[in-house]
């Protein structure tokens, strides 16, 4: 079980979108569609935001979107708010029932 | 409305050992797959265990070595940690998450706001 890959910094200005990106190999983000997003503010627990892989839970706004391309798996944040300068992780179902997050990126907003 | 409160957490010395609890409400515990996750400080996200809802299926990760231990009770809708030969950097923030589903589901949905293991002498 080796972490999934995240740079660890993103960046944008208020309404401009930004990617952050998950990579990891074809045992987990690769070969599943369950991959996750999680939202962090300092000194909160996470909160989930996508899904399997571009699923939305109930009020997460349309904002966030996530997608897949072989072992690399993406979250976008359009129109970027204020609000959306936290950090997040990506986590990847890695079969033989164990699970992997990515190590994190900061996004800051401009 | 979902609620994981976790409890337990404190001091321990290293060899030593914890038992983290997690109150569960809000939702019918015995549908639902539940896991541990935890945090060092600063750092990120790391899974540590799952159960799933019928508690006949359980996972560690890897790096664990046999030294925790997962269980749940549905009477009590509570789910537990035994933490033994802990270790520095087993200290961490640990959380508490449910599922999305009975067995292992695909996401972490709902998480507690967890509790703190310093491992110091």
């Known amino acids: 079980q080796s972490a999934l890959t995240q740079s660890p910094s993103a960046s944008g200005s208020p309404g401009q979108s930004v990617t952050i990106s998950c990579t990891g190999t074809s045992s987990d983000v690769g070969g599943y569609n369950f991959v996750s997003w999680y939202q962090q503010y300092p000194g909160k627990a996470p909160k989930l935001i996508i899904y399997e892989v571009t699923k939305r839970p109930s009020g997460v706004p349309d904002r966030f979107s996530g997608s897949k391309s072989d072992s690399t798996a993406s979250l976008t944040v359009s129109g970027l708010q204020a609000d959306d300068e936290a950090d997040y992780y990506c986590a990847s179902y890695a079969g033989s029932n164990k699970w992997v997050f990515g190590g994190g990126t900061k996004l800051t907003v401009l | 409305e979902v609620q994981l409160v976790e409890s337990g957490g404190g001091l321990a010395q290293p060899g030593g050992s914890l038992r983290l609890s997690c109150a569960a409400s809000g939702f019918t515990f015995d549908k639902y797959a539940m896991h541990w996750v935890r945090q060092r400080p600063g750092e990120g996200l790391e899974w540590v265990s799952g159960?799933?809802?019928?508690?006949?299926?359980?996972a560690y990760a890897d790096s664990l070595r046999g030294r925790f231990t997962i269980s749940r009770d549905t009477g009590k809708s509570s789910l537990y940690l035994q933490m033994n030969s802990l270790r520095p950097d087993d200290a961490a923030f640990y959380y508490c998450?449910?599922?999305?589903?009975?067995?292992?589901?695909?996401?972490?949905?709902?998480w507690g706001q967890g509790t703190l293991v310093t491992v110091s002498s």
């Open positions: 159960i799933n809802s019928r508690s006949d299926n359980i």
């Open positions: 998450v449910r599922g999305d589903g009975a067995d292992w589901g695909t996401s972490f949905q709902y």
